[in-house]
């Protein structure tokens, strides 16, 4: 079992920045790959970036540039750093463990969630 636990979520002003936080269960965190989603209201969850255990990172279209995941194998922690903050970044962010270590897009592959923290940004 891995308990995932996000947190630094909150109201931010456009053009701003924020660093969300997961920290994770498990002797073998290091050899996850973590994924970062996100729900807006009335959407689906979206595919936000992921990092792979050797730290190689992917984003979607939307975060490129403006995003960056990191992680901690030491701390248990993966990390996304949000900058150039927009109005439809607001949703609540999920971060998610793929045991197999693949970080792919596609929910169904990661098989552990966090409980979300919320992110809004104001114009």
């Known amino acids: 079992q891995v308990q995932l636990v996000e947190s630094g979520g909150s109201l931010a002003q456009a053009g701003g920045s924020l660093r969300l936080s997961c920290a994770a269960s498990?002797?073998?965190?290091?050899?996850?790959?973590m994924g970062w989603f996100r729900q807006a209201p009335g959407k689906e969850r979206e595919f936000v970036g992921a990092?792979?255990?050797?730290?190689?990172?992917y984003y979607a279209d939307s975060v490129k540039g403006r995003f960056t995941i990191s992680r901690d194998n030491a701390k248990n922690t993966v990390y996304l750093q949000m900058n150039s903050l927009k109005p439809e970044d607001t949703a609540v962010y999920y971060c998610?463990?793929?045991?197999?270590?693949?970080?792919?897009?596609?929910?169904?592959?990661?098989?552990?969630w966090g409980q979300g923290t919320q992110v809004t940004v104001s114009s």
């Open positions: 990092i792979r255990s050797g730290g190689n990172t």
């Open positions: 998610a463990a793929d045991l197999l270590g693949i970080a792919t897009m596609l929910r169904g592959s990661y098989h552990y």
């Open positions: 498990g002797r073998t965190f290091s050899s996850y790959a």
